[in-house]
T-cell receptor, first 112, second 118 residues
Framework: AQSVTQLDSHVSVSEGTPVLLRCNYS??????LFWYVQHPNKGLQLLLKYTSAATLVKGINGFEAEFKKSETSFHLTKPSAHMSDAAEYFC??????????FGTGTRLKVLA | GAVVSQHPSWVICKSGTSVKIECRSL??????MFWYRQFPKQSLMLMAT?????????EQGVEKDKFLINHASLTLSTLTVTSAHPEDSSFYIC??????????????FGAGTRLSVL
């Protein structure tokens, strides 16, 4: 079955340090992959998407993600964390249909 | 990006009553809308997929008579929780997508509705 695995349920970083949120997917072919962010009691906001173009995808708010087919990974990174980045992050995928499969989420905490 | 509006953002109701939640795509025509349910500190669970003008497709385990979905136009879908009970209390989120334009094959999400059933 197709799935998305977010390897860390919680990540804590200090403000100004790099962020790494890990995501692996299972598939026999290249899916469309997404990262969304959710602030408390809010809907999901699209950060970036991969759709088989460039493997390094740049998103909003300084985030980027690299698609690595050999590792079936799509990790989200940011060079320098900001307090406003504290939120829940969801990795997701679609595969030929409009349906998405989401990971279980990673809660990012940014320490002052 | 595309904008999806969801209303209300918070609703409290008595057990046994019905609650309607609206989801609107403001700047694009949404051929497909999705309804999710999210439990505290958990991921989103897809409840159903609706295409404009046709019946919604419900995921396994979701009661279609309990959660009525209507997608009467390309910009509006509604979710009605009928005869709500405390166990229906949750955060409900809609999303919208299209086959063309700014929302082509991408889901844009509403801000969610927190339902509390007393």
């Amino acid at each position: 079955a197709q799935s998305v695995t977010q390897l860390d349920s919680h990540v804590s970083v200090s403000e100004g340090t790099p962020v790494l949120l890990r995501c692996n997917y299972s598939s026999s072919y290249s899916p469309s992959l997404f990262w969304y962010v959710q602030h408390p009691n809010k809907g999901l906001q699209l950060l970036l998407k991969y759709t088989s173009a460039a493997t390094l995808v740049k998103g909003i708010n300084g985030f980027e993600a690299e698609f690595k087919k050999s590792e079936t990974s799509f990790h989200l990174t940011k060079p320098s964390a900001h307090m406003s980045d504290a939120a829940e992050y969801f990795c997701g995928r679609s595969s030929g249909t409009y349906k998405y499969i989401f990971g279980t989420g990673t809660r990012l905490k940014v320490l002052a | 990006g595309a904008v999806v509006s969801q209303h209300p953002s918070w609703v409290i109701c008595k057990s046994g009553t019905s609650v309607k939640i609206e989801c609107r795509s403001l700047d694009f025509q949404a051929t497909t809308m999705f309804w999710y349910r999210q439990f505290p500190k958990q991921s989103l669970m897809l409840m159903a997929t609706s295409n404009e003008g046709s019946k919604a497709t419900y995921e396994q385990g979701v009661e279609k008579d309990k959660f009525l979905i209507n997608h009467a136009s390309l910009t509006l879908s509604t979710l009605t929780v009928t005869s709500a009970h405390p166990e229906d209390s949750s955060f409900y989120i809609c999303s919208a997508s299209s086959g063309q334009g700014i929302a082509k094959n991408i889901q844009y999400f509403g801000a969610g509705t927190r339902l509390s059933v007393l």
